[in-house]
């Protein structure tokens, strides 16, 4: 079993920040990648940032110079730190992770948070 949670969205005004953060625990051996999607009503659910095994980062650009993705593999946690805030940032917010689990040493699998919703809005 594994569980992602998710935590940090909520109403924030055009320009504010907000930090959105993804525990993961469970039978979890490795994380490989860690990141963020979106999904905005209507529209398909698209890449935010993420963030690889060793610190490799890859964004969308429409975020670039303005989210940061960062992860602590202890704690087996990725933060996305998103500052100046458009109302075109207004949806969920899913983590996902690439993991190897204590049971199968072999296959790599994908595990998706429940999403939280980021609304950005005067």
């Known amino acids: 079993q594994v569980q992602l949670v998710e935590s940090g969205g909520g109403l924030v005004q055009p320009g504010g920040s907000l930090r959105l953060s993804c525990a993961a625990s469970g039978s979890i051996r490795s994380i490989n990648s860690m990141g963020w999607y979106r999904q905005a009503p209507g529209k398909k659910r698209e890449l935010v940032a993420q963030?690889?095994?060793?610190?490799?980062?890859n964004y969308a650009d429409s975020v670039k110079d303005r989210f940061t993705i960062s992860r602590d593999n202890a704690k087996k946690t990725v933060l996305l730190q998103m500052n100046s805030l458009t109302p075109e940032d207004t949806a969920v917010y899913y983590c996902?992770?690439?993991?190897?689990?204590?049971?199968?040493?072999?296959?790599?699998?994908?595990?998706w948070g429940q999403g939280t919703q980021v609304t950005v809005s005067s």
């Open positions: 996902k992770i690439s993991y190897y689990s204590n049971y199968n040493l072999r296959d790599l699998y994908d595990y």
């Open positions: 963030v690889s095994s060793d610190n490799i980062t």
